[in-house]
Each structure stands twice: as C-alpha cells, then as structure tokens.
C-alpha cells in the first residue's frame, strides 16, 4: 500500500501520510491500526505471549493492591514493545504500518505506539494513542497511554528502558534517547541504570512495589541498550 486506506479499506501495509493531513485525521489512522489488531492472528499471539509471561511474573507480585495483576499485564506488553527495533521514517514524513508489521519489522514513535496500543487492547486493558505536538521539529511525537487504578499511564514504546508511567520526555531525557523526537543525538546521561526509578512519579505511581522486584524481574530497566538503529 502506497497511500493511505480509503473508507472501508483495512491498512495492509505501510504508507505514507500526507504531508497536508492533520492531527485528527492521523489520529482516525493510528486509531485503525489499534482497532484492526484486535483481529490480526499475529498480533493475538503476541497478546498470548505477554499474558503467559504475565501470569508468571505475577506469582512473585510483591502487592496486591488495585489493579496489581493489570499493571504486571501492562508491564510485560511494554517489555515487548521494547525489545521491537526503533527504525526511523523517511525524512521528513510519518509512515504509518500495520500492528504486525511493526511487530516484524520495527518502526518509530507512531508505528511503535499503534502497535503497543493494540497489543494492550488484546490483553483486556483500556490504551489511547497520545500525540504530541513539537512545533519546533520537523515531525510530531506519539506516545501512548494506558489505564490503570483510574488513572492514565504512560507508556513510552520508543525509548528502551522507559518505566511504565514515566513521561515521555523524562524518558528521552533520562535515557539520552533525543532521535526518538527528532532532536539528533544528545549526551546520554551518567549512571543510567542506576537512576532507572530517579523520576519524580515513583513513589506516587509505584508505591509499594520495591526496586528489588523490578531489578529481578525487569533487568533490562537497568541495563538499557541503544535503539539508534
């Protein structure tokens, strides 16, 4: 598929979206490709792996407060959804992709959020595509959320390492991750790892669940590699 998907047409495969479409009519295209994942045999295995891995984890939870086996559900989907390849877009444009293209392929902050979206709408739990405006660089940002205990989490599918409920940008900044929003590189910050929990949201957001628990079963929080490539 060159361009984007007319009324009533699944998106098969990737496009390019006009340079001239706005925010909303972006949004009404991510929006498809979290909707269509819900009936994409890949994207359904993908959703069984990540419970599966949720319910082992979840024997070792270390709270059972509020929604404490949703939030181990939500954790193990954005786990995946790092260890899929940041792979930037053409310059200057945003192309959007299948859920299971992106799955298989990588992508960047819309194709990454999409797919991570519909990957927790098929686990059972409620997710919104974000996007954030950058006026100051040549494209947007996206990003998603999920909802949890009542609240909205965020969830930053683009940069490795991000915790579930970090800001995006405390995310970019706190892992040097600056391509994800178009900045170019920037210095990656001392001590990544351990100020993997230094942001200012822990100890309302993840109250009760030790960062020993974390250290144990997320590593990869500590010991973040580079998705530049």
Avoid at 50 to 65: D, G, M, S, W
Avoid at 199 to 220: D, I, M, N, T
Wanted: aromatic letters at 10%; glycine letters at 10%.
């Amino acid at each position: 598929m060159n361009g984007p998907p007319g009324p009533g047409q699944r998106i098969t495969g990737p496009f390019i979206v006009p340079r001239d479409a706005g925010v909303e009519q972006r949004l009404v295209w991510l929006d498809q490709i979290v909707r269509e994942a819900a009936s994409d045999p890949k994207m359904k295995a993908a959703a069984q792996r990540v419970l599966a891995e949720a319910h082992r984890t979840a024997v070792h939870t270390p709270t059972y407060r509020g929604q404490w086996f949703e939030r181990i559900v939500a954790l193990e989907a954005l786990r995946l959804a790092h260890s899929v390849p940041y792979v930037a877009g053409p310059p200057g444009d945003d192309e959007f992709a299948p859920a299971s293209w992106t799955l298989e392929h990588g992508g960047d902050c819309d194709r990454l959020g999409s797919m991570l979206a519909g990957l927790v709408c098929l686990c059972g739990l409620l997710s919104r595509v974000d996007w954030l405006t950058q006026p100051q660089q040549s494209l947007d940002h996206v990003a998603v959320e999920i909802a949890l205990d009542k609240r909205w989490y965020w969830a930053e599918p683009s940069v490795r390492g991000a915790v579930l409920g970090e800001t995006p940008y405390e995310a970019v900044a706190r892992q040097g991750a600056w391509h994800v929003v178009g900045q170019g590189p920037g210095p990656r910050p001392d001590g990544v790892g351990a100020r993997a929990f230094a942001w200012s949201g822990w100890e309302e957001l993840w109250k009760g669940w030790p960062v020993a628990w974390f250290q144990r079963h997320y590593p990869y929080l500590f010991h973040p590699q580079s998705r530049t490539k």
